[in-house]
Nanobody, 126 residues
Framework: QVRLTESGGGLVQAGDSLRLSCAVS????????MAWFRQAPGKEREFIAA????????VDADSDKGRFTLSRDNAKNTVFLQIESLKPEDKSVYYC???????????????????WGPGTQVTVSS
């Protein structure tokens, strides 16, 4: 059983940076494919970034997602999402997800992920 716990969200001002954390228990993070998604009020959940078990990374092709950086700390069994230059439209619940299949490439597909955290709320004031 894999358990994911996100943290680091909160109320920030536009232009600030934020680092979200996803602590993994029950499995070694370097054996998992991991991803970050977000869901804004009234919208569908959307992909942000992913990392394969072997360390390959992918970020959504939306140019605005260039402000997002996913990283992994194997020693802490944690993945992070760094967000730069936050905007009010970044207000969302941010979720991390884990894929136990060791796929070659990182996946942007929600259905490929077996475990999800409860999410952490990010609110950005203008």
């Amino acid at each position: 059983q894999v358990r994911l716990t996100e943290s680091g969200g909160g109320l920030v001002q536009a232009g600030d940076s934020l680092r979200l954390s996803c602590a993994v228990s029950g499995r070694t993070v370097s054996c998992l494919g991991m991803a970050w998604f977000r869901q804004a009020p009234g919208k569908e959940r959307e992909f942000i970034a992913a990392i394969s078990w072997s360390g390959g990374t992918a970020v959504d092709a939306d140019s605005d997602k260039g402000r997002f950086t996913l990283s992994r700390d194997n020693a802490k069994n944690t993945v992070f999402l760094q967000i730069e230059s936050l905007k009010p439209e970044d207000k969302s619940v941010y979720y991390c997800a884990a894929d136990v299949d060791q796929k070659v490439a990182p996946s942007y597909l929600e259905n490929n992920y077996d475990y999800w955290g409860p999410g952490t709320q990010v609110t950005v004031s203008s």
